[in-house]
């Protein structure tokens, strides 16, 4: 099945600094690539996708990219805040496949 | 609120006794997922539904696990022989599936089991 790495687990940023999250997957035939924030007490809650079709996809300080030849596929979130802070997860599938889940970045944004 | 609801949300029980998580989708919702999330660990994925058909089961679902949804509503959980183990966060999600492709899941608060 599909394995998917994440890296790193823990992430500490100041405030208004970027972080980028990073995850590899080993199946070509994947072609879904969710991000999801957890914050405690909830669950995971879908923050942008990509699918294989496009490189790069951005939704105001949030954006994906990914690399097909790579195996490859990055968060970035520009101008971080506090409430920023919480565990991503990265995740993979394939068509028609239950997601398989990365094992999660913490991310803490010190004001 | 017309999000996926879980219950209940905390359950402690004794080895060996039988524990049922319940899950309520999204009303138009056809597909259905349990995963179990331990601490410092993302969900790992158990099981789903395809309306009322399970189509997947990964093999960490052992034979004490067993999945229902009648009528392709909401689905139950049941762990029976509960073990030290199976300790964790029971974590359903639901998903409208459109022309085969994997769409967003949306999670529940999700359901933890402590097992003393």
């Known amino acids: 099945g599909e394995n998917v790495e994440q890296h790193p687990s823990t992430l500490s940023v100041q405030e208004g600094d970027s972080a980028v999250i990073k995850c590899t997957y080993s199946?070509?035939?994947?072609?879904?690539f969710p991000w999801y924030k957890q914050e405690l007490g909830k669950g995971p809650q879908l923050i942008i996708d990509?699918?294989?079709?496009?490189g790069e996809k951005k939704d105001q300080r949030i954006a994906v990219t990914l690399n097909k030849t790579a195996k490859h596929f990055s968060l970035h979130i520009t101008e971080t805040q506090p409430e920023d802070s919480a565990v991503y997860f990265c995740?993979?599938?394939?068509?028609?496949?239950?997601?398989?889940f990365g094992k999660g970045t913490s991310l803490l944004v010190t004001p | 609120d017309t999000g996926v609801s879980q219950d209940p949300r905390h359950k402690i029980t004794k080895r060996g006794q039988n524990v049922t998580f319940r899950c309520d989708p999204i009303?138009?919702?056809?597909?259905l997922y349990w995963y179990r999330q331990t601490l410092g660990q993302g969900p790992e994925f158990l099981t789903y539904?395809?309306?009322?058909?399970?189509?997947?089961k990964s093999r960490l679902l052992s034979d004490r696990f067993s999945a229902e949804r009648p009528k392709g509503s909401f689905s139950t959980l049941e762990i029976q022989r509960t073990e030290q183990g199976d300790s964790a966060m029971y974590l359903c999600?639901?998903?409208?599936?459109?022309?085969?492709?994997?769409?967003?899941?949306?999670f529940g608060e999700g359901s933890r089991l402590t097992v003393l």
């Open positions: 199946d070509s035939a994947s072609n879904y």
């Open positions: 990509i699918r294989s079709n496009v």
């Open positions: 999600a639901s998903s409208l599936l459109r022309q085969g492709d994997t769409g967003e899941l949306f």
């Open positions: 995740a993979a599938s394939i068509p028609g496949y239950a997601l398989n």
């Open positions: 539904f395809q309306n009322e058909a399970q189509l997947e």
């Open positions: 009303s138009e919702h056809n597909r």
